[in-house]
């Protein structure tokens, strides 16, 4: 009993792995390209018999034809993408490549291989895409959260990229009869996430006493996940969850950013005293903000809670408590993840915010 899963050497994906390895103990074949987003320390220690990694491209047909054809994985689980908003609206091409074309070939090929199968295989496989509530679009704050039955509206490269993917993986179920599951979950946050994203870039700015780049007037609110729940919903959906259905996954722990920079400055204040002894919520920064920022996301959660009796166990002020103990817990991963390409993004994106980030 194997499944294939793409993108495992990410943030979600290496927490997926573990988790999967340790619960569920069936192999896991991994693809993933390791662009600067993967990396090999997240899934350090697993045996090969638990965990075997294939370096490539989810856009490469031959390599996802000759994965399915080696170990007939009974599932194929999407979580390769480029993930990043900001890196979108610089450079969108690699996101079209990825998460468009690259979600595409993974359909034909899974396509090609689900009509090799019959029977108990036939009806066991499925396809599990991972996406995002981003696809959605942007809530006003009295507007009901999103639900299976909102519209797409997406307003960046990323979201417009996971939209098409979407799109494409419902055309296969009505078309084809893949039987491909979506899943559409609010922000995720926990051990391994790479700094570029906003809790692991507060946490280790505030640690090394530099600004907290706060976009626009930090009123823009997201729903929080922790990372551990989400990974607990994507086995219930896939156990549990019918062919050609998409399930909204959420925290239900809506926050603005500015509250959320407070309670990362609270927790760090307390742990490591700075040295100026003044608290870290002084080291704010309003800076230029992000282009098409959506105001608020937020999901109604109540169709994966009664249909597949999921709902998340982590509070936010826990889940944030383990996330920063976890950072200073492992400064070697933080030191070898923020290497120069890292550092070039930086200066990349906050210099041109009045080099307020840093
Ligand atoms: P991440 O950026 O941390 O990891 C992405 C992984 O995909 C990396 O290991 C990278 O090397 C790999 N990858 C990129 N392009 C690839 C390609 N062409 N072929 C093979 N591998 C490739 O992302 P994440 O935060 O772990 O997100 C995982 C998935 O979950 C994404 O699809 C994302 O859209 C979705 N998602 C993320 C969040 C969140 O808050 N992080 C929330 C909802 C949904
Ligand atoms: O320096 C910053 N300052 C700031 O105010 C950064 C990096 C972010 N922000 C804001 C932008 C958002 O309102 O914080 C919020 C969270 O930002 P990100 O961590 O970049 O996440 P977001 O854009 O909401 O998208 C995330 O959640 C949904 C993931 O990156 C996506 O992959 C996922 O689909």
Partial sequence: MTILITGGAGFIGSAFILEWVDEVKEKVVNLDKLTY???????????????ELVVGDIADRDIVTSLLAKHKPWAILNLAAESHVDRSIYAPASFMDTNVLGTFNLLEVARSYYETLSGYEKDKFRFLHVSTD????????????FNEETPYRPNSPYSASKAAADHLVR?????????????????NYGPRQFPEKFIPLLILNAAADKNLPVYGDGQQIRDWIFVADHCRALREVLFKGQPGETYCIGGNQEKTNLELVHEVCEIIDQKLPSPDGLSRTTRIAHVTDRPGHDRRYAIDDRKIREKLGFRPKWTFEAGL??????????????????????????????????????
């Fill in 171 to 187: 055309a296969y179920f009505k078309t084809y009869n893949l039987p491909v599951i979506t899943t559409n979950c609010s922000n």
């Fill in 37 to 51: 987003a993967g990396n090999l320390d997240n899934l350090a220690g697993l045996s090969q018999d638990a965990h």
């Fill in 134 to 145: 981003e696809v959605f679009g942007s809530l006003s704050p009295c507007d009901p959260p």
């Fill in 321 to 358: 408590k383990a996330t920063v103990e976890w950072y200073f817990d492992n400064p070697g991963w933080v030191e070898r993840v923020q290497s120069g390409a890292y550092r070039k993004w930086v200066e990349l994106h906050y210099g041109s915010k009045n080099k307020k980030g840093d």
